[in-house]
């Protein structure tokens, strides 16, 4: 019987960490969109607390996708890119949100062909329903790519954030360690993301938040365990 108390006990205060625990709010999985928009998977990127939400149907190649992240500064840009030819940015194909100068949100496509040349101009596979809005000090990307790769299961990713814009020219990023590592393999099927260099694989993160969601689902359960614990006299 006191083990049982006791296991109780775990519970209960495993819960109650779960309650305060800030973690759930700091995953993909907490994220909702104004648009209303659903995507299958979502993954919680490696580096510059950057999110990625997809939908992938592989008969068509066809890729949805929502990139969240807070530029490096208020009036700054954020992109998400994919590398068809290589892994890190030059060759990248990328997607660039930003606040046009009459205050709206836009997003342009930029072919990233080397460092030195960052203009605006098609990339090398098609691009529809393109939007971007910005609230809460995040700015969002949404697009819907066909990849050039048909029936591709993985795809090289980039993704940035810069700090402003200069007569409508992105500025450059920061070159921190974050900066710099922000790149890995999407694996568009089994909705995990893997670092480019060091970082961790998705897996074990999103059982964890599987495991706090799942608690915290509870939370109304587990203050009422706790109360019962707490202020049940000992006769057993
Ligand atoms: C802002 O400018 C862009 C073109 O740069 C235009 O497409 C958009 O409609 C403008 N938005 C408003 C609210 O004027
Ligand atoms: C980009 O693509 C559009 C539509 O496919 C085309 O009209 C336009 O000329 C292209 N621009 C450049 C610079 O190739
Ligand atoms: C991107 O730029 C490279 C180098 O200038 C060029 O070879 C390539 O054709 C460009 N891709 C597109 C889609 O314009
Ligand atoms: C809790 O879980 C149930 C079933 O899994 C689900 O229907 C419900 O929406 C969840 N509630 C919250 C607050 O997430």
């Known amino acids: 019987m006191s083990s049982l108390r006791f296991s109780l006990l775990i519970l209960g205060l495993l ?21 209303n928009k659903l995507y299958e998977h979502c993954a919680d990127l490696s580096q510059l607390s950057s999110y990625l939400h997809w939908t992938y149907d592989s008969s068509t190649s066809s890729l949805s996708v929502a990139f969240v992240a807070a530029p490096a500064k208020a009036d700054g840009w954020i992109s ?25 949100m836009t997003v342009r496509t930029y072919n990233i062909s080397s460092y030195s ?14 939007a971007a809005d910005s609230s809460g000090g995040m700015m969002r990307i949404f697009a819907k790519v ?24 992105l500025d450059k990023h920061e070159f921190q360690p974050a900066n710099l590592n922000s790149k890995g393999t999407l694996d568009l099927l089994k909705g995990e993301s893997t670092a480019g260099t060091g970082g961790g694989s998705r897996t074990k993160k999103k059982n964890v938040r599987f495991l706090l969601s799942d608690f915290n689902n509870n939370s109304i359960f587990s203050a009422y365990f706790l109360i019962i614990i707490f202020f049940t006299p000992t006769v057993i």
């Open 15 to 35: 819960q109650a960490v779960s309650l305060i625990s800030p973690s759930q709010s700091l995953t993909c999985t907490s994220q909702k969109f104004t648009n």
């Open 80 to 104: 998400w890119a994919i590398n068809p030819t290589a892994t890190g940015m030059a060759g990248s194909q990328a997607l660039v949100a930003f606040k046009d100068s009459n205050g709206s």
């Open 117 to 130: 040349s960052i203009v605006p101009s098609n990339l090398s596979f098609a691009v529809t329903e393109m």
């Open 146 to 169: 066909t990849l050039p790769k048909k029936g591709a299961t993985t795809v090289n990713q980039v993704w940035q954030v810069g700090p402003s814009l200069t007569n409508g020219v």
